[in-house]
Nanobody
Framework: VQLQASGGGLVQAGESLRLSCAAS????????KGWFRQAPGKEREFVAAIAWTGGGTAYGDSVKGRFTISNDNAKNTVYLQMNDLKPEDTAVYYC???????????????WGQGTLVTVSS
């Protein structure tokens, strides 16, 4: 499984961005997917996860109510809709996937290369 994240950029506080993560490999469809982020000088942080069916989602406390993860199995793509962005959301965002739903929020097996999101105040 190979993951390719895109959609990052520079926005102002209060604006929105949508990140995409396209995957190769037919088994990706049945994997749990997630997003993490890492700000400069900080540890990698869990952002959101979704079951492969799309029926279960989870979010980090700092993004609840602002970010939405979704999954398009037909396109082998997972999205992260980010609304009401804040300067503290500035980070490199990574998509991830794992065959196990129990690992997706902690130690997923597969990682994308990251896309930079910068939010100015």
């Amino acid at each position: 499984v190979q993951l390719q994240a895109s959609g990052g950029g520079l926005v102002q506080a209060g604006e929105s961005l949508r990140l995409s993560c396209a995957a190769s490999g037919r088994t990706f469809r049945t994997y749990a997917k997630g997003w993490f982020r890492q700000a400069p000088g900080k540890e990698r942080e869990f952002v959101a996860a979704i079951a492969w069916t799309g029926g279960g989602t989870a979010y980090g406390d700092s993004v609840k109510g602002r970010f939405t993860i979704s999954n398009d199995n037909a396109k082998n793509t997972v999205y992260l809709q980010m609304n009401d962005l804040k300067p503290e959301d500035t980070a490199v965002y990574y998509c991830a996937a794992d065959p196990s739903r129990s690992r997706i929020a902690t130690t997923p097996q597969y990682w994308g290369q990251g896309t930079l999101v910068t939010v100015s105040s």
